[in-house]
């Protein structure tokens, strides 16, 4: 048996990340014009997304966070999505924007959006970190995309693997030994 191994590459770096950060920020800022939005953040991914797209965003904001898990399959993507944590405000009336950290299969987006909109919100938007649009497996489009990749596994900027690498500044494409055994 070879040594495990898991090798990190920088795709984006901290000063890429924010640069592209302000640019969906501006995006958002133009497209409410001024109107109170709520954030929804999705744990634990998007926690550090959230926090840095939130403090550029100039109209007035709430926020909270739900956490979703799929059960079925992988323990990353696909199966059956439930809450694990709600959010804990009522949306009625109200701009709501979802804030994830990738969209991959579109099982939890699509999931959550419907789960949101018949709560009464105005409107349900996506700002996604990453999209991997090549994965889907259900129709769903974000609204603000920061970077699209093709497949593969990234780490980093509250991305992990099995709870590992969230805190790292920039996006690392993952690989691991099994890669290259091919399993
Ligand atoms: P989806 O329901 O398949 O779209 O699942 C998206 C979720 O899977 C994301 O919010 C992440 O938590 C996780 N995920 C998908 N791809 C990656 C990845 O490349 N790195 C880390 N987490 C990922
Ligand atoms: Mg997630």
Do not use: W
């Not at 804030?99 to 999931?111: H, K, N, P, Q, Y």
Request: charged share 25%; with cysteine; proline share 4%.
């Amino acid at each position: 048996m070879p040594e495990s191994f898991e090798r990190l590459t920088l795709l984006y770096d901290a000063a890429s990340i924010d640069a592209r950060v302000r640019e969906m920020a501006e995006q958002i800022n133009a497209r409410y014009a001024g109107e109170p939005v709520v954030v929804v953040g999705v744990l634990k991914g998007a926690f550090i997304f959230c926090a840095d797209l939130m403090r550029r965003l100039t109209m007035p904001l709430e926020v909270d966070f739900v956490r979703l898990a799929s059960y079925g399959r992988s323990s990353t993507s696909g199966g059956e999505i439930k809450f694990t944590k709600d959010i804990e405000m009522p949306l009625a009336g109200k701009h709501v924007l979802i804030v994830e950290d990738i969209i991959d299969t579109g099982l939890s987006m699509d999931f959550l959006c419907k789960q949101l909109a018949d709560r009464q919100a105005v409107s349900v938007s996506i700002a996604a970190f990453v999209d991997k649009p090549s994965r889907r497996e259900v129709p769903v489009k974000a609204d603000y995309v920061g970077f699209c990749i093709a497949d593969g596994f990234i780490v980093g900027y509250g991305l992990d693997y099995a709870e590992r690498y969230r805190e790292l500044p920039g996006i690392y494409e993952l690989a691991l030994n099994s890669d290259a055994a091919g399993l």
